[in-house]
C-alpha cells in the first residue's frame, strides 16, 4: 500500500535554531498539505500545495515557516528560528485532487521537540 | 468562520457493544465530511466520508449519519472492538478538526 513518507521522525532542536522537515507524497498525487498538531489537538492546516503552488497558507506563521515544492513531488517544511511553542507533530498529507472524496492520505508525521 | 466540534471528549464502551461518536460543524458550504482514526504516534486515518448531498452512509462495521438541519455528524462503531481504541476526528473538507474523542474500549 502506498504512503506518505515523513523524515525525521523524531527531531529536538534548541530553540532560535533552524529546523526542516520533509514530505513525499504517494506518487501521483498533486495535491499536499502540511498540518501541526499540538499535543491534545486536532490537526491545523499550515500550508496547501497544488503541484508546485501553494493555494492556501494562510494559518501559516510566515515569519518563521516557510514550505516550498519545487518540482511539484516532494516538499520541505521549515522553521527559523523554532520557539518553544512550535513542539508539535508535525505531519504531511497528500491527496489525488483538492477535493478527494476519500479524505487525504496522511504521513505519520515527525515530532518536534524545541527545547 | 468555520469550526468543527466534537461534543464528548472522551468515550468508554465495552468490547461488542456499539458507539457512537458525534460533531456539530457551522459551515454547511461543506462539500464532503470525513471520519478519521489516529492512533498514538501515527498520522490520521481515512475512515469514512459522507458528501453533503447525502445523509447516510454505511462501511465496514462503521456508518456515518449527517444531518444538514441540525449540522450534526455522527460516527456510529459496531461490535466495537479493542483495535477501534483511537483519537476519532472529524473534518469538513480540508482544513477543520476538532479537538477529536478519544475511545476507549474495554475488554
Known amino acids: 500500500e502506498a504512503e506518505v513518507a515523513q523524515s525525521p521522525r523524531y527531531k529536538i532542536t534548541e530553540k532560535s535554531q533552524a529546523v526542516a522537515f520533509w514530505c513525499d507524497p504517494i506518487?501521483?498525487?498533486?495535491?499536499l498539505y502540511w498540518y501541526r498538531q499540538i499535543l491534545g489537538q486536532g490537526p491545523e492546516l499550515l500550508v496547501q500545495f497544488q503541484d508546485e503552488s501553494v493555494v492556501d497558507d494562510s494559518q501559516l506563521p510566515k515569519d518563521r515557516f516557510s514550505a516550498e515544492r519545487l518540482k511539484g513531488v516532494d516538499s520541505t517544511l521549515k522553521i527559523q528560528p523554532a520557539e518553544l511553542g512550535d513542539s508539535a507533530m508535525y505531519l504531511c498529507?497528500?491527496?489525488?485532487?483538492?477535493?478527494?472524496?476519500?479524505?487525504?492520505?496522511f504521513g505519520s508525521g515527525t515530532r518536534l521537540t524545541v527545547v | 468562520g468555520e469550526s468543527v466540534g466534537l461534543h464528548l471528549p472522551t468515550l468508554s464502551v465495552q468490547e461488542g457493544d456499539n458507539s457512537i461518536i458525534n460533531c456539530a460543524y457551522s459551515n454547511s458550504a461543506s462539500d464532503y465530511f470525513i471520519w478519521y482514526k489516529q492512533e498514538s504516534g501515527k498520522g490520521p486515518q481515512f475512515i469514512i466520508d459522507?458528501?453533503?448531498?447525502?445523509d447516510k452512509r454505511q462501511g465496514q462495521r462503521v456508518t456515518v449519519l449527517l444531518n444538514k438541519t441540525v449540522k450534526h455528524l455522527s460516527l456510529q462503531i459496531a461490535a466495537t472492538q479493542p483495535g477501534d481504541s483511537a483519537v476519532y476526528f472529524c473534518?469538513?473538507?480540508?482544513?477543520?478538526f476538532g479537538a477529536g474523542t478519544r475511545l476507549f474500549v474495554k475488554a
Open positions: 506518487s501521483g498525487h498533486a495535491t
Open positions: 459522507i458528501r453533503s448531498n447525502m
Open positions: 498529507a497528500s491527496s489525488f485532487a483538492p477535493t478527494a472524496s476519500y479524505g487525504y492520505t
Open positions: 473534518a469538513a473538507g480540508k482544513t477543520i
